[in-house]
């Protein structure tokens, strides 16, 4: 069917510009009967905009479908399967139910979660508008390396958002990515693992696209893409951006951890700041020094002494010492 051809045409090429004679030479049909499947679609509500330039779809019933995120998807296995939910209590939760039988970079997406978390069991908000998925990956690579697999999707998040919106996206130690000195969005890789094997590790993904950040608790703290930019933006071209960049930072992160390293250190808002950290041993202040080969940051003790934090939370602050 022509009309259903041409949908699939324009949502592969989703936001950017398709020529409407290319198209008509690949499906064989006329340029006439392109316009009039692009009318009937109009009529049901797909925004397609025309130009000398073509055709280019930038608006459809906003979901993240299966159909809309792999339509044109440019990933060997990050997102091949994909199971998307209209409400779930937790994408990470189901990723780990479905993990045994579950192939590498299967992805698991909803566009509300009713129990979303954070780390150390902390509620994450997610409501719709967001981006709140779960990537189940299966690298070849030893436990003790599980760190560089967060540092791997924190890495591909900034890069997709910068690279779509140019907006300036800042890691902040150790899994949430900043504009200016708001989160966008937050990472919680969780994993699954035997004495010498990585078995899995899920990458929850959670990022505040078109959501109106005073809707949130706590608003102040928090941005979204959309208040940034000022506009709404393709969830599911953002979605296979972040897919895209996650296979090319897993594959660096089984090649060598060094770019990847270098680049959240390039990319960091916490190297070089004063920080309260909080870690299971308790509470203290002083400057971030380093992001250290095994993950952890390195933090100057206002005492002189040199602190390794392999896992806590850190508070920016200011030069003054207040919290931001
Ligand atoms: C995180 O935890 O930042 C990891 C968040 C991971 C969420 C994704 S969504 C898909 C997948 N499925 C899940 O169930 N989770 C993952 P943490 O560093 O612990 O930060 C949690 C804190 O962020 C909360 O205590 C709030 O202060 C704040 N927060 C909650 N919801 C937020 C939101 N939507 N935007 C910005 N900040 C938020």
Redesign the pocket.
């Known amino acids: 069917m022509t009309r259903e051809e041409v949908r699939r045409e324009l949502i592969k090429s989703l936001g950017s510009w398709t020529s409407g004679e290319e198209m008509a030479a690949s499906l064989g049909i006329s340029r006439a009967a392109i316009w009039k499947a692009v009318a009937s679609l109009r009529g049901e509500g797909y925004e397609i905009e025309a130009s000398k330039r073509g055709y280019r779809l930038s608006a459809l019933p906003d979901l993240l479908s299966e159909e809309l995120i792999q339509g044109g998807l440019k990933t060997r296995f990050v997102g091949r399967r994909l199971h998307h939910h209209k409400s779930i209590t ?4 189901e990723a780990k139910r479905i993990v045994p039988s579950a192939e590498d970079g299967t992805v698991v997406i909803a566009e509300v ?1 009713t ?6 069991d ?5 409501p719709r508008g ?1 981006v ?3 990537i189940i990956l299966k690298p070849m690579i030893p436990p003790a390396q599980a760190f560089i697999v967060n540092i791997a999707a924190c890495v591909a998040v900034a890069r997709a958002i910068e690279g779509l919106y140019g907006l300036d996206v800042k890691v902040k130690w150790p ?2 990515l900043m504009v200016g000195e708001r ?1 966008v969005s ?3 890789t969780e994993i699954g693992a035997d004495m010498d094997r990585l078995e899995y590790a899920v990458v ?3 990022i ?1 696209a078109n959501l109106d ?1 005073a809707a ?1 608790s ?1 608003g102040w ?2 941005t979204s893409i959309s208040s940034e930019l000022g506009r709404e933006v393709l969830r599911a071209e953002l979605v296979r951006r972040v897919l895209e960049e996650l296979e090319a930072s897993s594959e660096e992160m089984t090649a060598s951890s060094d770019r990847l390293l270098e680049e959240w250190s390039i990319r960091s808002a916490t190297l070089g700041r004063r920080v309260r950290i909080t870690s299971r041993v308790g509470e203290f202040e002083g400057l971030a020094e380093g992001l250290e080969a095994d993950g952890s940051l390195a933090v100057r003790r206002d005492e002189g002494l040199l602190e390794r934090v392999i896992a806590g ?1 850190c508070a920016h602050l200011r030069p003054a010492g207040e919290r931001i």
């Open positions: 937790s994408t990470n939760v979660q129990a979303g978390r954070g780390r150390m902390r509620h994450w908000e997610s967001g709140w998925m779960s899994n949430d989160k937050g990472i919680l929850g993904i959670g505040n950040p949130l706590e703290k928090a939370d």
